[in-house]
């Protein structure tokens, strides 16, 4: 019972442009949100998160979305740069110290 | 600080064999948790803990085992090894709300990745 879905396996987007990232999960007793990045043979690093009592949440070039009714979020990377080319992956949390993680999205950022 | 460091980089096992995964973290955290990552799979949660002497199971504890004596160190002990638990296990920490951290944001060593033939 996957209960935080990252339905791409991978995303190819050119440098400059913006890149968007989907998840979405079932549980509605989560009520925050997480995004993390990681690079190949490293942990994964945290990157972004959002409480569900906000809709969006800002940090430089990302920018991450919540639609509690859809029970989806995004993470939106503008302008994508090489450096960004990483497994970024969702997690959720809801009253346990406890995180739940999507599957990850490739991202492959071009020149 | 060195953070969250996790030995060994990369071990080979046969199966039957045992072995400790160590975890070890310089930041005063009080919570820990153990990860799995498979091909293509997100993380899956072992084991963590919430202080020392606190442990409690995660999603996918059969055939693990941890111990937290003290603030710094997590083990994870795999006591037969099994081609299943092929995988890259990750250790994490966390200062939690109350360690003045952001809500459940936790910082992950470089992983250990384990073979088992």
């Known amino acids: 019972d996957q209960q935080v879905k990252q339905n791409s396996p991978s995303l190819s987007v050119q440098e400059g442009r913006i890149s968007i990232l989907n998840c979405d999960y079932t549980?509605?007793?989560?009520?925050?949100f997480l995004w993390y990045k990681k690079y190949p043979a490293e942990g994964p690093t945290f990157l972004i998160s959002i409480s569900s009592i906000k809709d969006k949440n800002e940090d430089g070039r990302f920018t991450v979305f919540l639609n509690k009714s859809a029970k989806h979020l995004s993470l939106h990377i503008v302008p994508s740069q090489p450096g960004d080319s990483a497994v970024y992956f969702c997690?959720?949390?809801?009253?346990?110290?406890?995180?739940?993680f999507g599957t990850g999205t490739r991202l492959q950022v071009t020149l | 600080n060195a953070g969250v460091t996790q030995t060994p980089k990369f071990r080979i096992l046969k199966i039957g064999q045992s072995m400790t995964l160590q975890c070890a973290q310089d930041?005063?955290?009080?919570?820990m948790y153990w990860y799995r990552q498979d091909p293509g799979m997100g993380l899956k949660l072992i084991y963590y803990?919430?202080?020392?002497?606190?442990?409690d199971k995660g999603e996918v504890p059969n055939g693990y085992n941890v111990s937290r004596s003290t603030t710094e160190d997590f083990p994870l002990r795999l006591e037969l090894a099994a081609p299943s638990q092929t995988s890259v296990y990750f250790c994490a920490s966390s200062p939690g709300l109350a360690g003045g951290g952001l809500r459940n944001e936790q910082f992950f060593g470089p992983g250990t990745r384990l073979t088992v033939l």
């Open positions: 549980n509605s007793m989560f009520d925050y």
């Open positions: 803990s919430v202080g020392a002497g606190i442990t």
């Open positions: 930041m005063n955290h009080n919570y």
């Open positions: 997690a959720a949390t809801g009253t346990a110290s406890k995180l739940t």
